[in-house]
Every structure is written in structure tokens, then in C-alpha cells.
């Protein structure tokens, strides 16, 4: 029989199972009815989309010329040997966000991911084969390995490759598979209640767990753009002026430009947050961001200008200081 309450059931239970090195299960509950899926949903969407990964993103061979082309001793024609490359799955052993690492290989040889291993990076599955090349054949190439998240295509990044450089379809995300079951569960007689059984599996450049701390996290800081809600006095009266006034979209999120995962990675890592911010600086200062290509900052200016805030001009005048107040006080309500 249900009970007239005010507020939701808390869960109280939470249970982490290393199934593996790389399989976990993650149970919670006991949930109202609605509510579990109405986490987990997000939860598995956030587990593909936010986790962090490496992967190649660029690559350089000597005597290549481009993609489709082929080298002299090697059994696999560019195309294929890029196939492979991307699903070597490589993980920065040092805090940084981009290597370049360069390779030479002196035939008769099978090359794996084991022999990619070095100081630099570790290759999580080193059986994954690479090429084979002949008595006769010599391969030197250079590979540029990134942090990032979820999946850039190449022609996000192709302006940007340095020369020489072929792009690659970067898939970053090292969540594999990531699926949950609901399950009834039985609450003071009540068998309306819910459980949430998660089951991640991840490639080994993180751990199934530390995932699911990503995602959290990410889910966390996504929410907090509401933190100034509670803060709203119910009783009074919400003007235009208490958020923003005619400029109130400038406190909006950049994720609502809708840019391409190229541009808003380097605005995320330069910790950009708001639109204002972008409208507060002229086109030299967009340059010095780093990583932001010029194809990314032609974006950027038109995107600006589109919502009426081109880059470079003083649309703002006397409410710059006002603004950059504002954004100071939102970026410090989501640190807390």
C-alpha cells in the first residue's frame, strides 16, 4: 500500500563489484518507481560521451603522401595500416593532453601494439596488430596521440593537422560497453520500489569504476548551471535584470552555440564556460587560446555574429564590468 509522502525515497544502498579488471557492476536502490531510469539513462549516455580517453588523432609516414597511397615492402596499403593504427588503443603515461611519437621499423617484421610501447605511451591491448613489412623494407612514421572525449571526425581536425600530417577519426572514449538493468525490489511490503544494476566494460585505458567517477562528475557539473535557482527568492518577482537583462543570453552556457567538438574542447580546456565570455574578447585574444585553429576561430566569429555579438566590437559599452562581475559569480558558485 502506498503512503502519502512529501518527498522522494532515498536510496541507502550502493554496491561496487569488480568483475574484472576491466568489467565492473554498480548497484544502487531502493528507488520510487521512475526514478531509476530516469538516472540511469543519463548516467550510460554520460559513461560514452564524457569519459576520458587517448587516441591517435594524426599520422605521418615517410614516403607517404597521402591516405590512399601505398609503401614499397609493407603487405597493407595506407588505408588498411591507418585502419589498424586507430584501433590501437594508447594511453599517455605522463599528465599531458597531446604527444607526438615517432617509430622506425626494420623489416622481416610483424608489428603489434607491443612494439609501440614506450616511455611515452602504453598500449592497453598490445596484441592488436599494426603491419607486416619485408626483408627489404624500412617504416618510419609519427603518430600524434590526444586527450579528449567521445568521437571527433578527421574533418573536424584536417585544417589543424600539421604538415605532412594525415587526420584521423579520433575515437577517444574508452568505454566499451556500458548497459543497466531495473529491477523490482521489495520495500516494507511494498514491491514498487527500484534497483539499478550497471555493467561497464571499458578498453583498459581507465578502469570500468574511474569511469563511472567521470561521469558523476560530469553529471555534477552540468547540473550546477541550475545552482542559482535556489538561490531565487519564490516570493519575489524574477525581472529580466536579475538575469541578465537584454543581454541575458551572454550567461548562457557555450555549449548552446552548438559548436563543432573541435572548437568547444579548446574553449572547455581554456575554461570558457559563458558566451559573455567570448563576446568580452576581440579576435587577438580568440587567437592566443590555445590549440584553436583558424578554421575553429572563423566558427567561433560566426556563430558571434549570427547571435548578434561579433566578435571585436563594443555592442557592450557600460555593461562589460557588469558583466564580467556576473560571470565571476557564476563560475565561483560552480567551483563550490
Avoid at 142 to 149: T, Y
Wanted: proline share 4%; with cysteine; glycine share 6%.
Amino acid at each position: 500500500m502506498r503512503k502519502i509522502t512529501t518527498s522522494a525515497y532515498m536510496p541507502t544502498e550502493i554496491k561496487v563489484e569488480s568483475v574484472s579488471e576491466n568489467v565492473a557492476k554498480i548497484t544502487a536502490y531502493p528507488f520510487e518507481a521512475g526514478y531509476a531510469v530516469t538516472l540511469a539513462h543519463p548516467l550510460r549516455r554520460l559513461l560514452y560521451t564524457s569519459t576520458v580517453g587517448f587516441a591517435p588523432t594524426g599520422v605521418k609516414i615517410k614516403g607517404v603522401s597521402h591516405e590512399f597511397d601505398s609503401m614499397r615492402g609493407m603487405l597493407e596499403d595506407v588505408a588498411f595500416f591507418i585502419i589498424n593504427l586507430k584501433k590501437i588503443r594508447f594511453k599517455l603515461k605522463n599528465d599531458s593532453d597531446r604527444e607526438v611519437i615517432e617509430y622506425s621499423f626494420k623489416g622481416p617484421k610483424e608489428i603489434t601494439g607491443a612494439d609501440l610501447n614506450n616511455d611515452i605511451v602504453e598500449i592497453v591491448n598490445p596484441d592488436a596488430y599494426l603491419a607486416t613489412i619485408n626483408e627489404d623494407a624500412e617504416l618510419n612514421f609519427s603518430v600524434i596521440i590526444q586527450k579528449g572525449i567521445g568521437y571527433v571526425p578527421s574533418e573536424e581536425i584536417r585544417d589543424e593537422m600539421e604538415e605532412d600530417y594525415i587526420a584521423l577519426d579520433a575515437f577517444f572514449t574508452p568505454v566499451k560497453k556500458a548497459v543497466y538493468d531495473i529491477e523490482s525490489v521489495l520495500v516494507e511490503d511494498n514491491p514498487d520500489f527500484e534497483k539499478i544494476v550497471f555493467t561497464i566494460t571499458t578498453d583498459g585505458q581507465v578502469g570500468p569504476i574511474e569511469a563511472f567517477k567521470h561521469c558523476l562528475e560530469a553529471m555534477y557539473q552540468q547540473m550546477s548551471v541550475f545552482k542559482g535557482v535556489l538561490d531565487i527568492d519564490v516570493n519575489m518577482p524574477v525581472s529580466n535584470s536579475s538575469v541578465g537583462g537584454e543581454h541575458g543570453k551572454l550567461l548562457s552556457n557555450v555549449e548552446e552555440l552548438n559548436l563543432s567538438a573541435r572548437s568547444f574542447n579548446c574553449l572547455d580546456k581554456a575554461e570558457i564556460r559563458y558566451i559573455g565570455e567570448l563576446a568580452l574578447m576581440d579576435e587577438n585574444e580568440l587567437k592566443e587560446l590555445k590549440n584553436l585553429g583558424k578554421k575553429s576561430l572563423e566558427e567561433i566569429k560566426a556563430v558571434m555574429e549570427e547571435i548578434g555579438y561579433p566578435v571585436g566590437t563594443d555592442i557592450l559599452k557600460d555593461s562589460k564590468e557588469q558583466l564580467k562581475k556576473k560571470i565571476a559569480e557564476l563560475k565561483s558558485q560552480m567551483s563550490v
